[in-house]
């Protein structure tokens, strides 16, 4: 139900908001905020970011018209309120939910999300894209991209800002600086931005600027230009992006609505001929206090109670994987000083702000730069150091390169923890780790594992700290484990052997990764029907158990791979080595069980692993079905 809302009610669409005075955007504001504030409550969410931008996207879509005018959210952290303010309001609270909103822009949910976004720092080369096509199509308009001062400072961001310089192209870049990225914001551009807005010649010359820079255009004509693009930059900050090609305007304060409006509606009215920076400054988490003091302003919250700020915690007796890894490598690191960890700009979420604490000096943060974590990981192995770089899954995909050029071709024993394996919930397919396994499994050389549990987990982490000769790694899912317990750090796998969990005669079930709780109880409910059934955990998609799995094949009539990933990966490489090995010409029955050939939207876990046909019901019927089959499909059969 509706609160009693003074304006916010009657705004549907940002047409609406452009019906109101500039003194009532205030009031306007604040109803945004107060209903990100309960619905965040009630769905857990992206809070502090979308607290930070509320009177900035009360004002860009007020002297901006969207959606003609482009509005791309970098990220999209941040991108709740302008979600409330563009047709959305009535389903916010269905926010991260199976069949509700997105928790990030998409372009399939809203005219007014023109790029989807859930990775940082793509706002600006999009916004480049885009207000280039406008051009060549003749079409009016304005790009807007928002982006974070966390986000600016990966090398994509400068790689876009460097092109749109260069393109004589307008479009507007606003830089919301709000300090606080996820974790603290590291290197020599927040330094920069910094130093800036602390220095006292910013803030005592600031007027002193404004009646030069006056002096100035008055007594000339020809070079007053040169000379306010000078004195702007010297004591604003401006030099870098002046440098780039860019129109620097600011720093000013994200919060203040009348100031907003004047810059913003001079830069769309402004007939420049390139790109436009502007400089806002905000606070993460603004208006809400618990938010403000908490120490990651409530980035990202599960259901909490608004009088209280207390968040709702899943309970469990089971550790979550990712402190099961951060334990883990912190006893190893106390044995060799040779353990470093590595993480591009997520500590807490990859456990790397424990291993911190106990190594400062040992532990790095890079900052939203993961081709630089890998490159620089494999640096250090160089020289005998045993570099773990710990990065979610589907963020390891921009670093691709790096992994096959900088590490796989040149055999480096680089060890990546890969967190968030398999679907990850909430944060839906732009989250997901469905690609790991596939692409690297096609690089020679590499040791690659997936963990059945927490204690598995464990082996692995203590097997790669041996493993000096090669690459390797080790997927593990988010949340927690399932309650085993965990081994001391001198257990050891040998490598490329799997293990038999339980012996049948019938069907072989082949996990590899997470999915082995599932395979068991189907296991259970095949034995019960009478159909023997042994279940295998692989450990290793690369090198192969290549014994275990064709010794499998010649003693059962059914063999089915299972695995948290997409083609090409586990199954592939197991149905390649059958072929060869020529047990296909045996006629065993073989199936394949991976993640369908699409992007799951966000759901449970439980239920997105249904809808992915990876549950333990759907693996049992899979057997069934396969033991029925004698369907031969003539090879000149032709398939719609």
Request: overall charge positive.
């Amino acid at each position: 139900m509706s609160k009693n809302y003074k304006f916010l009610n009657d705004i549907k669409f940002p047409a609406d908001i452009r019906k109101l005075s500039q003194s009532e955007l205030k009031v306007l504001a604040q109803e945004v905020r107060d209903e990100l504030i309960d619905a965040v409550s009630e769905t857990g969410g992206h809070l502090g970011a979308g607290l930070g931008v509320v009177e900035l996207t009360v004002v860009l879509h007020y002297i901006f018209n969207t959606p003609n005018d482009k509005l791309i959210w970098d990220v999209g952290h941040q991108a709740y309120p302008h979600k409330i303010l563009t047709g959305r309001k009535d389903r916010i609270r269905t926010l991260r939910k199976g069949g509700g909103l997105s928790g990030f822009t998409k372009r399939a949910e809203s005219e007014y999300d023109p790029f989807g976004a859930a990775h940082s720092s793509t706002s600006i080369s999009s916004a480049l894209g885009i207000a280039v096509a406008n051009k060549l199509s003749n079409k009016t308009g304005n790009v807007i991209a928002v982006i974070g001062d966390g986000a600016i400072s990966a090398g994509m961001a400068y790689e876009a800002m460097n092109n749109a310089g260069s393109s004589k192209t307008k479009m507007i870049v606003i830089l919301n600086d709000n300090d606080m990225s996820i974790a603290k914001p590291v290197g020599a551009m927040r330094a920069y931005l910094a130093k800036i807005l602390s220095g006292k010649l910013y803030f005592s010359f600031r007027e002193t600027i404004k009646l030069i820079v006056s002096a100035f255009s008055k007594r000339f004509t020809k070079g007053a230009g040169k000379a306010e693009d000078f004195l702007r930059s010297a004591m604003t900050g401006g030099t870098l992006f002046n440098s780039m090609g860019f129109y620097y305007i600011g720093p000013i304060d994200g919060h203040d609505i009348d100031a907003l409006i004047s810059v913003l509606k001079n830069a769309k009215e402004i007939n420049y001929d390139g790109p436009i920076m502007i400089h806002i400054k905000t606070e993460k988490g603004k208006g809400y206090k618990f938010a403000e003091k908490s120490t990651d302003k409530f980035h990202g919250v599960s259901k909490f109670n608004i009088n209280t700020g207390v968040q709702e915690k899943a309970k469990s007796n089971a550790p979550s994987y990712t402190k099961v890894f951060a334990n883990t490598l912190i006893k190893h690191a106390e044995k060799d000083s040779k353990v470093v960890g590595i993480t591009a700009a997520m500590p807490s979420g990859t456990g790397m702000d424990l291993f911190g604490e106990k190594f400062p000096s040992r532990m790095f943060d890079v900052g939203i730069a993961e081709q630089h974590a890998v490159t620089f990981a494999a640096g250090l192995s160089t020289e005998g150091y045993k570099p773990f770089a710990a990065i979610y899954s589907t963020f390891l995909q921009r670093a691709y390169d790096q992994v096959v050029h900088d590490v796989a071709i040149q055999n480096l024993p680089v060890r990546f923890a890969i967190d968030r394996a398999g679907l990850v919930g909430a944060d839906g397919p732009t989250h997901a780790g469905s690609f790991d396994t596939t692409y690297l499994s096609t690089l020679p050389n590499f040791v690659v594992m997936a963990a059945s549990d927490e204690a598995e987990l464990v082996r692995m982490i203590n097997t790669s700290i041996d493993i000096n000769d090669r690459p390797s790694a080790f997927r593990y899912p988010r949340g927690n484990g399932i309650g085993v317990e965990l081994p001391s750090i001198s257990e050891i796998l040998e490598i490329g052997k799997g293990e038999i969990i339980k012996e049948g005669k019938k069907v072989a079930l082949l996990s590899f990764g997470g999915r082995l709780q599932e395979c068991l109880k189907a296991a259970k409910e095949l034995d019960n029907k009478g159909i023997s059934t042994t279940v295998v955990d692989a450990k290793f998609a690369k090198p192969l158990d290549q014994k275990l799995i064709i010794d499998i094949c010649l003693n059962h009539e059914v063999l089915i791979t299972i695995e948290e990933g997409s083609i090409g990966g586990f199954g592939s490489h197991v149905f390649q080595m059958l072929s060869e090995r020529g047990i296909f010409d045996k006629g065993l029955k073989i199936r394949s069980m991976i993640l369908p050939d699409l992007f799951i939207d966000q759901d449970t876990p439980e239920n997105m692993y249904k809808i992915a046909g990876l549950d333990a019901k759907t693996i049992e019927q899979k057997a069934i079905d396969a033991l029925k089959s004698n369907i031969v499909i003539p090879i000149n059969k032709k398939f719609s």
